[in-house]
């Protein structure tokens, strides 16, 4: 028999019957489908229609199901009917079933149509024998040698009385051996309770009844089935028997298992990519979007968005209709960065991908949308910018600082050493002092303008980061408003830092006055919080390559005016303030800035609009703890290796009046007899990195070949050359000291050296 399956579609949808039928189509040549777009349509051609499968697109037809099923029957009893539903409608299915409809799909179902069809073919076949064998005579040849599916009569006490060859086959069994015999002999008296006699008393209520089972055949194991159950009628109209039909679908089943994995493993791929996906209809209305949109968007759910157009996101008004002609004009289309509006009105950045899904005559059916979070890439981008800016403008801050600290130096030296020569109560020694305290604030606004620029090392040693919080928040409490509260919660106390305490201070104190300012006229809180946090955590947060594997991280939250995104990206630039003219200048944040990365580690800001703003500094725990014992450098031999005259001659006369005997080296000669001679072999070197005669490389080069052991002290510009830097790193410095040098600083390198 030639197997052809003549289909009519009804469908008030002409879109979807196009692509159904292209679905049906494209891979089943033995289908012809005649489209008819209503039910009044259908009807009214159907006597003269060949057809002999009806799929009805219940989604918007004029008739109920209901009634399209009754006027159907009426017309051709062994019509077979597949409805097709909304997803929300698939609990109507059993009804329909029972009252007759061969299946029931949903649009998302489309993809199992071809092997379904493949099942209707079949059964149609069959179907197609029973009416040609309806006669006495010719039914019992004709399931004997005909029929694929097991078929059977089975009377009220739910006995075989007619089986086929088929049945027999798959049991293994004799037809002896099943006629007459009861279903729950065969099929085992568990089976027959819970899965079939329910199912046949149903049918002899006058019902068609439809269901799947799984069964253990003697032959080819655990298999599938799908049960159809007719019954039979008398011309009383009394049901005496029914017709058992059960066709083997483990085939069916397994390919539909095949389909759902698929279908599954996309769904875990779209749930679980970090990318928000969205579909939308040509109007930009949303229907369906994942997990990820969800969370980037920060909606509750996918029903939160049920009714809304993409465009509603959109933070610039009318953005959306460029983006949509673009892609109606190249079908697929990436665009930057695009502000965003979450469910929440927080702004958000978003690189934005669409497509354009179109229907079998190339219209527009769909639009895909695939949104990836930008604001970490934005966050490094404005980290990158920031820290450019900063070190161009350290750039010549240091130099500026770099020039002066070389005059201060040279008064610095004679104002001490002229300090020594007069006596202590005499006018002269007051004016002297008062020219060492303008020289000793001079230094520190240029070391405040090199901490800015990271040309200065800072004097580390291990600090409590929970002792200079606290040193710090009872300073700022002695001079804070009345109208502004500081809270702290510092649980831990024994976290050290390697830091400069005072520059420390600096960073907190600077943090906290900003904090205060920011709330003068209408009061508020200052809260101050220290945490330990894992390195780990800071690596993926901050995308910053770590120093230790824990950090310190201290927060200082105000409640105060806040700041627009805008200003957020500028507030470490020196010299710009938000403050009136007169009351700020500017540099605060910038040395805090330039202070926290001299130390490895980071600042980051959050702010909002009257909501006030959050300063979290991330600093490199340390473990490390050095106890330094003094020591007195006199009667020890130091030798003198000078550069800049002035300088040179200042720090020999200081160190010959504490009581070292000094030598000196004018060139490279002269540094190997000193240093290779038992009698005049010294105790310390003291290095100017600026000396023409004896340049760091050759220092380095003698200490090697001769293996020289002499600690050295080396005094440096602060903007040293790398031929010094390596010198450093060689490890044969002791100590490094930058100018400009007071006697104190020389004498404790000179302690710790000869320790």
């Known amino acids: 028999m030639e197997r052809k399956l003549f289909v009519a579609l009804v469908s008030e949808d002409p879109a979807f019957a196009v692509n159904l039928k292209k679905t049906i189509i494209e891979s089943l040549d033995f289908v012809q489908i005649n489209y008819f777009d209503s039910d009044l349509t259908f009807f009214s051609a159907y006597p003269d229609t060949k057809t002999n499968l009806i799929l009805s697109d219940q989604r918007n037809n004029s008739y109920s199901w209901k009634v399209f099923l009754e006027e159907t029957l009426k017309l051709d009893a062994y019509s077979l009917i ?45 179907k197609a024998n029973l009416r040609y064998l309806s006669d006495e005579k010719n039914f019992g040849d004709h399931i004997a040698n005909n029929s694929r599916s097991m078929l059977s009569i089975i009377n009220r006490e739910y006995v075989y009385e007619k089986v086929n060859a088929t049945f027999c086959n798959t049991q293994s069994i004799k037809i002896e051996s099943i006629i007459g015999k009861p279903l729950s002999e065969i099929w085992g008296k568990e089976t027959f309770e819970k899965k079939i006699k329910e199912n046949i008393d149903l049918c002899f209520l006058g019902n068609t009844v439809r269901y799947e089972a799984n069964f253990n055949t003697p032959l080819f194991g655990n298999r599938f089935f799908e049960v159809v159950f007719r019954p039979i009628t008398k011309d009383s109209g009394d049901i005496t028997h029914l017709l058992a039909e059960t066709f083997d679908i483990t085939d069916l089943r397994l390919s539909q298992q095949v389909v759902n994995d698929m279908e599954e493993e996309f769904k875990k791929l779209e749930t679980n990519l970090p990318i928000g996906f969205l579909r939308c209809d040509t109007s930009g209305t949303i229907i369906h979007a994942n997990r990820a949109f969800l969370k980037i968007m920060e909606c509750e759910d996918e029903t939160s968005l049920t009714g809304l157009g993409i465009y509603e996101f959109y933070a610039e008004k009318g953005l959306f209709e460029i983006h949509l002609s673009q892609l109606l ?123 800015f620029s990271r040309q200065v090392d800072q004097e580390k040693i291990p600090v409590s980061v929970a002792d200079v919080l606290n040193e710090t928040i009872g300073f700022v409490k002695s001079g804070k408003p009345e109208n502004i509260d500081i809270k702290d919660d510092i649980p831990v106390t024994d976290v050290h830092i390697h830091a400069d305490p005072t520059q420390l201070f600096r960073v907190f104190l600077n943090l906290m006055t900003n904090a205060i300012q920011s709330m003068d006229e209408k009061g508020g809180t200052v809260f101050v919080k220290l945490a330990i946090v894992d390195g780990n955590l800071v690596r993926h947060d901050l995308n910053k390559n770590i120093v230790a594997d824990d ?90 290796i000078s550069g800049n005259r002035h300088e040179s001659r200042i720090l020999s006369l200081a160190l010959e009046r504490s009581g070292s005997t000094l030598v000196f080296a004018s060139d490279l000669n002269q540094l190997i007899k000193l240093i290779s001679e038992t009698d005049t072999k010294p105790d310390l070197i003291i290095y100017m990195d600026d000396s023409k005669e004896i340049l760091p490389q050759e220092l380095i080069d003698i200490y090697s070949t001769k293996k020289i052991s002499i600690p050295i002290i080396m005094i440096s510009d602060r903007n040293q050359l790398k031929s010094a830097e390596k010198l450093v790193n060689s490890g044969i410095v002791k100590q490094q000291l930058t100018k400009p040098v007071s006697l104190k600083e020389i004498h404790n390198a000179i302690q710790i050296s000869l320790k």
Do not use: W
């Open 82 to 126: 597949i409805f097709i539903v909304e997803d929300r409608e698939r609990g109507k299915s059993v009804d329909m079933i029972k009252s007759g409809a061969y299946d029931v799909i949903t649009p998302a179902s489309i993809t199992r149509i071809q092997p379904l069809l493949h099942k209707v073919i079949r059964d149609i076949e069959d």
């Open 329 to 451: 004009n190249t079908q697929i289309k990436t665009f930057g960065r695009v502000p965003l509006f979450t469910c929440h009105g927080n702004e958000i950045a978003c690189r934005i991908s669409g497509f354009i899904v179109t229907n079998e005559s190339g219209n527009p059916s769909y639009i895909d949308f695939a949104f990836e979070d930008s604001s970490r890439e934005l966050m490094l981008e404005n980290r990158l910018l920031q820290a450019q800016k900063l070190e161009t403008i350290g750039a010549l801050a240091g130099g500026l600082a770099h020039d002066f600290n070389n005059i201060l130096a040279t008064i610095y030296g004679y104002s001490e050493m002229l300090l020594e020569e007069i006596p202590k109560s005499t006018s002269s020694a007051e004016k002297v002092g008062r020219i060492i305290a303008a020289i000793t604030k001079a230094k520190s606004l240029t070391d405040q303008i090199l901490t």
């Open 551 to 640: 950090y310190a991280l201290v927060t200082i939250e105000d409640t105060g005016e806040g700041m627009d995104p805008s200003l957020i990206h500028r507030i470490f630039e020196p010299y710009f303030t938000t403050r009136e003219i007169g009351k700020g200048t500017g540099l605060g944040l910038s040395v805090v800035h330039g202070i926290i990365a001299e130390l490895d580690g980071e600042i980051l800001v959050s702010s909002k609009k009257n909501k006030g703003s959050v300063f979290s500094v991330y600093l490199p725990v340390s473990s490390e703890y050095h106890n330094i014992e003094e020591l007195k450098e006199g009667g020890k031999k130091l030798l003198f």
